[in-house]
């Protein structure tokens, strides 16, 4: 086990964001089919809005809250977390980019959610139920809008 600051998570999943944002920005611009194009870019302009939220949401968020320190559990390292990506190296089709989608969201949700099981005080598991709650919202959203592109 390790301990680290909330904080850190925080910016970590912001990292995670970003991350995911090149990596879609980087698939579309190698795209020749203009609906592929598109819902890569759709999807990394989200992944850069959350991005933004997250960092947005550390400047706001209680510093002591913040910088409380939280376990690290073996069963979900952070720094292992990447390497569960789904690269997307064979996003052919809008049904791969779709299971990329689900994927990477699902990752973080497991990762909220058992946050809050670990949490040491109601204030941080409140914040990783919420956490859990958007990203499955963003997943939602998400696969909404790849799935009208590829009705049209």
């Keep these: 086990m390790a301990f680290k600051q909330l904080k850190d998570v925080i910016e970590w999943i912001t990292e995670y964001h970003e991350m995911l944002e090149r990596q879609y920005e ?60 789904p690269a997307c190296t064979g996003c052919g089709d809008i049904q791969d980019v779709l299971k990329n989608i689900l994927q990477a969201h699902k990752t973080l949700t497991s990762m909220y959610e058992l946050r809050s099981s670990l949490a040491q005080n109601i204030r941080e598991a409140a914040l990783f139920r919420e956490l859990a709650a958007n990203q499955q919202a963003e997943a939602r959203l998400q696969s909404r809008d790849i799935g009208r592109l590829e009705m049209y």
């Design 26 to 85: 980087t698939l579309a611009s190698r795209q020749n089919n203009e609906r592929m194009q598109m819902a890569l870019s759709f999807l990394a302009s989200r992944e850069h809005n959350l991005a933004e939220r997250m960092e947005d949401f550390l400047q706001d968020a209680d510093d002591d809250l913040m910088d409380s320190w939280v376990v690290d559990s073996q069963e979900f390292d952070l720094r292992k977390i990447p390497t569960r990506l």
